[in-house]
């Protein structure tokens, strides 16, 4: 039997053994997918120990996702330039990572709004923490003409910027609403509008009406900025497909099966966190 597990800490929250034991069941194959909760100071330790354990790999969650771009031994383009992993594989003595989370997010984007880019190429990135950088990765491997990079504490984006080069244009908080304008897609890469509270601030009637907004948080499906956007007549995208593409490359790796992403496994998950889309 091939297993594999996530590690975070805490670890509890995860969705990732949902899906993995979804597809493990409807491709029928011997293998297991559980939760590892495993201290901050014990990653790297933890990490080498993997296949003694009987792992074949693992899933990396916060606050982890840094320290395992560290403990690993090869890693790919996208793992190094967001600067954190979110899945591991071992290949005979190596522990090998990238990260999957761009992937996810640009897949998604790209099914529920193929024409996302079409109207000005421009696009406003709200935060800076990690998630960030991996959205700006794919949306500048996407051919994103410019990111205008809009975070409350403006050093945190000047860092992002820093790292990513001269597409990035770094706006201050004072400036966000001058600079959504003729963006082509907006998307939420902080925390504000999980369990339905909160939202950015800012004012979506500046927005171009074929601009695109959209989430990473999913819970719920529908946050406060999701609905703003939704009603006032812009095409939203949310958060849940990319927790669910970003889990792809990982179980062909362990598994062997590409899995395909279904309707089914989207509600299946949607209903497991009792939420609706918007
Ligand atoms: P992650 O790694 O999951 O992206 P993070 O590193 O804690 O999480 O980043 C959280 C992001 O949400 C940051 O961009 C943060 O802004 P600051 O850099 O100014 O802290 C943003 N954020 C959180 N609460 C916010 C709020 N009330 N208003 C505006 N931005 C907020």
Known sequence: MRRACVIGWPVDHSRSPLIHNTWLQTYAIDGA???????????????????????????????????????????????????????????????????????????????????????????AVIGAGGASRAIVHGLLEAGAGAVRLINRTHTRAEDVAAHFGSRIEVVTWQDRNKALEGTCL?????????????????????????????????????????????ARGLKTVDGLGMLIHQAVPGFEKWFGVRPEVTDEL?????????????
Request: hydrophobic fraction near 40%; charge should be negative; proline fraction near 4%.
């Open 266 to 278: 989207y509600q299946s998950v949607a209903n497991e966190l009792g939420s609706k889309a918007c």
């Open 186 to 230: 907006v998307v939420n890469t902080t925390s504000l509008g999980m369990n339905g509270n909160g939202m950015p601030d800012i004012d979506l009637s500046v927005l171009a009406d074929k601009c695109v907004v959209s989430d990473i948080v999913y819970t719920p499906l529908a946050t406060p900025l999701l609905k703003a956007a939704k």
């Open 33 to 123: 997918y559980t939760r590892e909760a495993v201290k901050p100071d014990n990653v790297g330790f933890f990490l080498t120990q993997l296949a003694e354990r009987g792992y074949v790999g693992c899933n990396v969650t916060v606050p982890h996702k840094e320290a395992a771009l560290t403990a690993a031994d090869v890693t790919d383009a996208a793992a190094q330039a967001i600067g954190a992993v979110n899945t591991i594989w071992i290949d005979g003595e190596k522990i090998c990572a990238t990260n999957t989370d761009s992937y996810g997010y640009m897949t998604y984007l790209n099914a529920k709004a193929p024409n996302w880019k079409s109207a000005s190429g421009t696009v």
